[in-house]
């Protein structure tokens, strides 16, 4: 079944390029198709396949109806923001994208609701690896909408996306490309828990804080970890062993100078977001945190730029990333005279 799907989806992707590739980067579609190639068995495979050719079908790129022998017990959809629950028969995917099992049309269930733009928030998630935790402080980012409702939740992402849009529009423009979903893991109004995943492209797990200074700064943080980590996919920027361990400005545990470098790219354009808020006459950074908060994140940006200065064996890529941030840092600890946007 998987051969033969191959076989038609390799014959695709020379006719329709485009169509694939933007299909490929569906969270649902990459992160099956991820672990498979990182040796992680053929129902990942079988998966991620399934799941690239739902896509191609919702979008008009698939040129003739597919039929799954063996289909997965659920399909996303994340262009039609769509959820199907399949049994073990034959499952026929439709040019149109409609499904069919037992030649009776599939019932689609809601996987998401629009946020902004091309971003949602989920329904539904669907990563094998949302149970895993590397932060010693948390256990897993399980979906979970807490006290608040999906309206609620809606409505926070899409004030802190909108601040990212005033004062740093060229990194909001790119979250349309970098972020597919932003997943809830339940509600606090003391702790903030976010995260995102190597291996899931497009998705960032996040918290909802009644602060929205705490929640825009989550949305740019969990970004930027998205784009250092599609760029990990094609140069390793750094050259260290990854058991070479020093102390990271934000974490409590020794870190390789990869996460130190991952910290630095989140916190960088944070503290110049504080920084243009604050140019533009913004009131709600007036408050009495945010002082001392920039005053601790251009501290801690400074010293992991410092230890990657010193320590880092950077490759090509890699250099001209530090030496990027490095101006971004530097620009914002002294009022810039031209705004530079995120790399």
Not at 226 to 237: E, F, Q, R, V, Y
Request: charged share 20%.
């Amino acid at each position: 079944n998987s051969a033969r799907i191959l076989a038609r989806l390799s014959s695709l992707s020379r006719s329709t390029p485009g169509i694939v590739w933007s299909a490929l980067r569906r969270p649902s579609v990459y992160v099956h198709l991820r672990l498979a190639a990182d040796g992680g068995g053929a129902a990942h495979l079988a998966t991620g396949l399934a799941a690239l050719a739902a896509e191609l079908a919702a979008t008009g790129g698939l040129d003739a109806p597919l039929v799954l022998r063996a289909p997965p017990p659920q399909l996303i959809v994340r262009s039609r923001r769509q959820r199907f629950v399949l049994d073990p028969s034959p499952l026929q995917i439709g040019t149109d994208g409609t499904l069919r099992q037992h030649d009776q049309v599939v019932t689609a269930e809601p996987a998401s609701v629009p946020v902004s733009g091309a971003i949602d928030l989920a329904l539904v998630d669907d990563n094998p690896l949302s149970s895993l935790e590397a932060h010693p402080d948390k256990s897993g980012s399980q979906l979970d909408l807490g006290e608040a409702t999906p309206e609620q939740w809606v409505a926070s992402l899409r004030d802190a996306l909108d601040r990212i849009a005033t004062h740093l529009p060229l990194l909001r423009s790119e979250l349309d490309l970098v972020l597919s979903c932003l997943v809830p893991v339940g509600t606090d109004p003391e702790r903030h828990l976010s995260a995102s995943y190597r291996e899931a492209l497009g998705l960032v797990y996040l918290s909802l804080h009644p602060d929205p200074l705490t929640m825009t700064e989550a949305v740019v943080h969990e970004a930027q970890h998205n784009k250092l980590n599609a760029a990990l996919t094609i140069d390793p920027l750094l050259e260290n062993p990854p058991d070479e361990r020093h102390p990271s400005p934000v974490r409590p545990d020794p870190r390789p100078l990869l996460g130190v470098l991952l910290a630095v790219h989140a916190f960088v354009p944070v503290a110049a977001l504080y920084r243009a808020m604050r140019l533009a006459g913004d009131p709600i950074v007036d408050g009495p945190r945010v002082h001392p908060r920039l005053t601790r994140i251009l501290e801690g940006n400074e010293e992991g730029l410092t230890l990657l200065e010193r320590h880092a064996r950077p490759t090509a890529l890699g250099s001209t990333l530090l030496e990027e941030l490095r101006a971004i840092h530097d620009e914002t600890v002294e009022p810039p005279r031209v705004r530079h946007d995120v790399p």
